[in-house]
């Protein structure tokens, strides 16, 4: 009995000693909580930059859609001849109405022109009590700056309609005399309607630290710091904000990283933690900032920590119940000497079994442990994949599907010019007409391109093939005859209707057609062949040019994304593989081949759809 007590107390001392081991694990990792949470803010400032992209890039494209749009209304003759005659009353009404008419087609919210003082003489909302006609903007720095450096824009709150608006201005010149200015004024509301959707908060500042948009209207015009004299000199000079409002928000800013701030905002008696991400957008002077609540990746960390904490104290119970059993094993040795050779067969056995037990559990929960961390990795890694791989598309479609109807609005504006110049007011109209259509169908490719984000449920019915292949011809018609090309194309006489939508499909037959023309810009007498088979189900257009034609290794990857052969700054690569991917939905292929005559071959083969009936009137239509 005396040789088992040794071990006995032995294993009792082992057993304070592995409780503490784990009290001690469970502290060490209490105060390893900071730098846990340290690390989930991290990567939520890591998984948001995508979010900053989304709303930078979305900014910058509507401020550049509409920064041209004063010097194109400039060129109109109505305007100079309202400023050197700016009381002909005959002149004036229909003046006001055709900025109104432009400022509806250009979907901005006001149109305006101003003469060398600033006075309104002509605006779009002259229909409203609270019209610009009468009123001086002399003041503001887009007016100035339009007057003496030829350009001007500036953000703030209108001071007529009391609407929070970005403002381009343009001079209007008579040969070198300039005669006033014209100003376009948007607004950006509907994307503090879209930023209200997120569980994120995204606030723009101005060059002074002003927030100007936001998705929580309590913060409009408040200030991220207080604002010097000299800034609050300039804002009253051009009655920029107004201010008294121009409060300060209670922000107390600490780093997380190089590139990233923890912000604690307390306002109306609530403070929260924010991850900040922050950008730049230059040409506007502003920066865009998205605030993620710290709370989800908060409790994040503590859910690790807890975790962490259990799995300490599992191993600790095991060990102690594996040890605590052994010691009453011992003990009913000692009180059991009688049977002790019986006994300790039986421990042997059980303590080997315990072994077997424990060893194949503690390599269970390692297994466990490591497979869920490899998960945990790869689902991390392929949600910011494809986060990012979908920005990239859709950053690359916005810049590749406005390129070729923002040229066809160029020349038919240019078009317009040449007929008013001639006196030819009909063709002008017509040309105008065409150029709402653009505007039209750029709306609709931005409405299809700004839905990107989430999984596109864009419908596929009966479109009439036909029609949407002439009107990519026509579409064509100014780079073919500026090319001097000659088109062939044997147009059926029976309708065809196929599976697709209406928009894309007409992209994807118009980047055959400019592809063509470029592959042949070196020949004096290019060609082009479209011709319309069917076959059986199928329906196929093919578009044939009589350049040099595809190698191999260029038609092995001719669909691949940015690959391209034409000059660098002539193509980005991505109007084949958009191409082919935008077939692909509709059911179709896009192919390419060379042809027996020399040239090559573009194929787009869809399904026969029935013609289009009132169900899908609004497809065909679009």
């Given amino acids: 009995m005396t040789p088992n007590l040794p071990k006995t107390r032995r294993l009792r001392r082992a057993i304070r000693n592995i409780a503490f081991v784990v009290l001690g694990l469970v502290a060490l990792s209490l105060t390893a909580l900071p730098r846990i949470e340290g690390y989930m803010l991290t990567q939520t400032?890591?998984?948001?930059?995508?979010?900053?992209?989304?709303?930078?890039?979305?900014?910058?494209?509507?401020?550049?859609?509409?920064?041209?749009?004063?010097?194109?209304?400039?060129?109109?003759?109505?305007?100079?001849?309202?400023?050197?005659?700016?009381?002909?009353?005959?002149?004036l009404p229909f003046g006001n109405e055709q900025l109104r008419q432009s400022a509806l087609t250009l979907e901005v919210a006001d149109i305006w022109v101003m003469d060398r003082t600033g006075m309104t003489i002509a605006s779009s909302n002259y229909r409203r009590e609270d019209s610009f006609i009468g009123?001086?903007?002399?003041?503001?720095?887009?007016?100035?700056?339009?007057?003496?450096?030829?350009?001007?824009?500036?953000?703030?709150?209108?001071?007529?309609?009391?609407?929070?608006?970005?403002?381009?201005?343009?001079?209007?010149?008579d040969n070198t005399e300039v005669l006033g200015v014209v100003?376009?004024?948007?607004?950006?509301?509907?994307?503090?309607?879209?930023?209200?959707?997120?569980?994120?908060?995204?606030?723009?500042?101005?060059?002074?630290?002003?927030?100007?948009?936001?998705?929580?209207p309590e913060w409009?015009?408040?200030?991220?710091?207080?604002?010097s004299e000299t800034a609050m000199a300039g804002i009253e000079a051009t009655r920029q904000y107004p201010l008294d409002e121009l409060v300060p928000l209670d922000i107390d800013r600490r780093a997380l990283t190089e590139d990233h701030d923890i912000l604690t905002i307390s306002d109306n008696g609530e403070t929260r933690d924010f991850v900040s991400n922050t950008g730049l957008i230059a040409a506007a002077g502003w920066r865009v900032s998205v605030l993620t609540p710290t709370g989800p990746s908060i409790v994040q960390a503590r859910q690790t920590m807890a975790l962490i904490i259990l799995g300490v104290l599992f191993a600790g119970v095991v060990v102690l119940l594996f040890l605590q059993r052994r010691a009453r094993l011992l003990e009913r040795l000692e009180q059991q000497r009688q049977n002790r050779a019986m006994l300790e067969r039986r421990v042997a056995e059980r303590t080997s079994d315990l072994n077997a037990a424990n060893t194949q559990l503690v390599q269970e929960i390692e297994e466990r442990k490591a497979t869920e961390l490899r998960l945990r990795k790869t689902q991390s890694e392929l949600v910011q994949a494809g986060k990012l791989a979908a920005l990239g598309q859709m950053s690359a479609a916005l810049s590749h599907e406005f390129n070729q109807p923002l040229a066809a609005v160029k020349a038919y504006a240019d078009n317009a010019?040449?007929?008013?110049?001639?006196?030819?007011?009909?063709?002008a109209k017509g040309n105008i007409r065409l150029i709402s259509q653009m505007a039209d169908r750029m709306a609709s490719i931005s409405k299809h391109l700004r839905n990107f984000a989430r999984r596109p449920q864009d419908k596929i019915g009966s479109v009439p093939l036909l029609s949407i292949l002439d009107d990519a011809v026509q579409l064509m018609a100014p780079k073919m005859n500026a090319a001097q090309a000659e088109l062939t194309y044997q147009r059926p006489d029976a309708p065809i209707y196929v599976n697709g939508g209406q928009v894309r499909l007409q992209q994807v037959l118009v980047n055959l057609i400019s592809n063509a023309l470029d592959a042949m810009e070196t020949q004096e007498c290019p060609q082009i062949e479209i011709s319309v088979a069917q076959r059986g189900n199928r329906r196929s257009v093919s578009v044939r040019d009589t350049g040099p034609g595809l190698d191999d290794a260029v038609l092995a990857q001719i669909f691949d994304p940015f690959f391209t052969t034409k000059i660098p700054g002539k193509g980005l690569g991505l109007g084949l593989s958009i191409s082919y991917n935008i077939v692909r939905d509709f059911g179709g292929t896009l192919s390419a081949e060379n042809h027996p005559d020399g040239g090559a071959v573009f194929i787009v083969d869809l399904e026969a759809a029935p013609a289009a009936t009132q169900d899908n009137e609004g497809l065909a239509a679009e």
Avoid: C
């Fill in 135 to 173: 009123r001086r903007f002399d003041f503001r720095p887009y007016f100035i700056d339009a007057l003496e450096q030829g350009r001007g824009r500036f953000h703030a709150l209108g001071v007529t309609s009391g609407q929070r608006g970005y403002f381009f201005a343009a001079p209007i010149i």
């Fill in 45 to 91: 400032a890591l998984r948001e930059e995508a979010t900053l992209s989304l709303a930078r890039e979305s900014l910058r494209g509507a401020l550049s859609r509409s920064e041209a749009l004063p010097g194109l209304l400039a060129e109109r003759p109505i305007l100079t001849e309202l400023l050197h005659d700016p009381d002909n009353q005959g002149l």
């Fill in 417 to 427: 010019e040449t007929f008013l110049a001639r006196g030819r007011k009909d063709e």
């Fill in 220 to 227: 409009h015009f408040h200030t991220m710091g207080p604002l």
């Fill in 183 to 216: 100003a376009v004024k948007i607004l950006l509301g509907n994307f503090e309607e879209t930023w209200a959707e997120s569980d994120n908060t995204i606030i723009v500042t101005d060059a002074n630290g002003i927030i100007f948009l936001s998705d929580r």
